[in-house]
């Protein structure tokens, strides 16, 4: 089945710095990935996602990489703020067509923290 | 509204008892769906309904656990019986048949 997981558990950065999350996948045939934030109490918040017809795409401060050769993908913010502080999820499809519809699987998250 | 909704925010039973989920989608969507999180835990698919069809069940943990959707409205999560292992926040989500799922705030469930 599908599976997507994260590298790093924890990020630690100061503010204005640049953060770097990743995550790998093992469905390559996955047309489509999300990256959620999620707030301490809140449910799971839309970032941005990207397809597999794309290497890049670029939000408010937020760009997302995409890598099919070796199944990874990455989340860049830039300047992070204190307000960024969070626990960061990747997502795809989790059925075997990779389709981007339907249920998902999320990996472990990635929490960052931001020192003012 | 402006998006999902659910009820109660958190809910603390005894075990043994039965406890109801309620999760109102984004008018419009067809998609709804439930996901569990366990503490410091990613999110956990547990079942999926998608405009008429029949529903994807295949996250539910056991029998205990069931969902109902009434048309492309409200939707129910029952747990019957509960176990201390069903201590969680259970996450609801909608989308459009195919597009981005929006996720509610969470019900915070307690079993002691």
């Known amino acids: 089945g599908e599976s997507v997981g994260l590298h790093l558990p924890t990020l630690s950065v100061q503010e204005g710095d640049n953060s770097i999350i990743n995550c790998a996948y093992s469905?390559?045939?996955?047309?489509?990935f999300i990256w959620y934030k999620q707030e301490s109490g809140k449910g799971p918040q839309f970032i941005i996602d990207?397809?597999?017809?794309?290497d890049k795409r670029q939000g408010q401060r937020v760009t997302v990489l995409l890598n099919k050769t070796v199944k990874h993908l990455s989340l860049q913010i830039a300047a992070t703020q204190p307000g960024d502080s969070a626990v960061y999820f990747c997502?795809?499809?989790?059925?075997?067509?990779?389709?981007?519809?339907?249920?998902?699987?999320f990996g472990q998250g990635t929490i960052l923290t931001v020192h003012p | 509204g402006a998006g999902v909704s659910q009820s109660p925010s958190n809910k603390v039973t005894e075990k043994g008892k039965d406890v109801e989920l309620r999760c109102d989608p984004i008018?419009?969507?067809?998609?709804l769906y439930w996901y569990r999180q366990r503490l410091g835990q990613g999110l956990e698919f547990l079942i999926y309904?998608?405009?008429?069809?029949?529903?994807?069940k295949s996250g539910l943990p056991s029998d205990r656990f069931s969902a109902e959707r009434t048309g492309e409205s409200v939707s129910t999560l029952t747990i019957q019986r509960t176990q201390q292992e069903d201590s969680a926040v259970y996450l609801c989500?909608?989308?459009?048949?195919?597009?981005?799922?929006?996720f509610g705030p969470g019900t915070r469930l307690l079993v002691l």
């Open positions: 989500a909608s989308s459009y048949s195919v597009g981005t799922q929006y």
């Open positions: 997502a795809g499809p989790t059925n075997a067509g990779g389709t981007s519809y339907g249920k998902l699987t």
């Open positions: 469905n390559s045939a996955s047309d489509y």
């Open positions: 309904f998608q405009g008429n069809s029949a529903p994807d």
């Open positions: 008018s419009g969507h067809t998609a």
């Open positions: 990207i397809r597999s017809n794309m």
